[in-house]
């Protein structure tokens, strides 16, 4: 069996991977990249075995990655453009020790079958999507993920609930203009002395 530069690299890769979960410190710079070099090319699959966990340092989720992704991973920083406060600017955005624990929210998503907005999915006509996500921190990121992760749905979703607002609207006023008839009420004008 031959060994190629990719495979060497896998190999340096898989090793900076273990000794950074066992606490040592690793220069993600000067670690190589997978298939880096003359002739080599990315591996366009990963098996189980060439994947591994990494943790959000924010929010402390887990995240698995390829091994030949984990050098793009771990020299990425947070930035304001992350939505994160501004103590995690500047700092790692990922670590191979989850070192907290995961910050769960209690929302659903708009299309989980157990939702509050699910009687709306139906009645929009939307009834074969379903989403499994529970965990959604926030009212503001429930909107987001199903925008991001569900966007043509969500916008047929959103079309639903503005037109029967504005039907909600329309038959408000129609009744407001009964009432005013039937009480035969004129308004008032503005100089009338009425």
């Not at 050098?71 to 670590?95: C, F, I, R």
């Not at 699910?118 to 996500?133: M, P, S």
């Amino acid at each position: 069996m031959s060994t190629n530069k990719q495979d060497i690299d896998d190999i340096v890769i898989e090793a900076n991977a273990e000794l950074a979960q066992e606490g040592a410190a690793i220069d993600w710079n000067d670690a190589p990249v997978t298939g880096s070099g003359e002739g080599f090319t990315q591996r366009a699959t990963s098996t189980a075995e060439d994947r591994v966990a990494i943790y959000s340092t924010h929010t402390w989720e887990e995240s698995i990655v390829p091994v030949y992704m984990l050098k793009t991973h771990m020299k990425q920083k947070w930035t304001l453009d992350n939505d994160v406060p501004s103590e995690y600017v500047g700092k790692p955005a990922w670590s191979l020790k989850q070192e907290g624990q995961p910050s769960r929210g209690t929302f659903k998503c708009v299309f989980h079958a157990s939702s509050e907005a699910r009687q709306d999915v139906l009645n929009a006509g939307l009834e074969g999507l379903t989403c499994n996500k529970s965990n959604i921190p926030t009212e503001f990121d429930v909107q987001r993920h199903a925008s991001m992760k569900h966007p043509e749905r969500y916008k047929a979703l959103e079309s639903f609930r503005r037109g029967r607002a504005e039907a909600d609207s329309r038959d408000t006023m129609t009744e407001l203009l009964k009432q005013l008839v039937d009480a035969k009420v004129t308004p008032k004008t503005k100089g009338s002395t009425k």
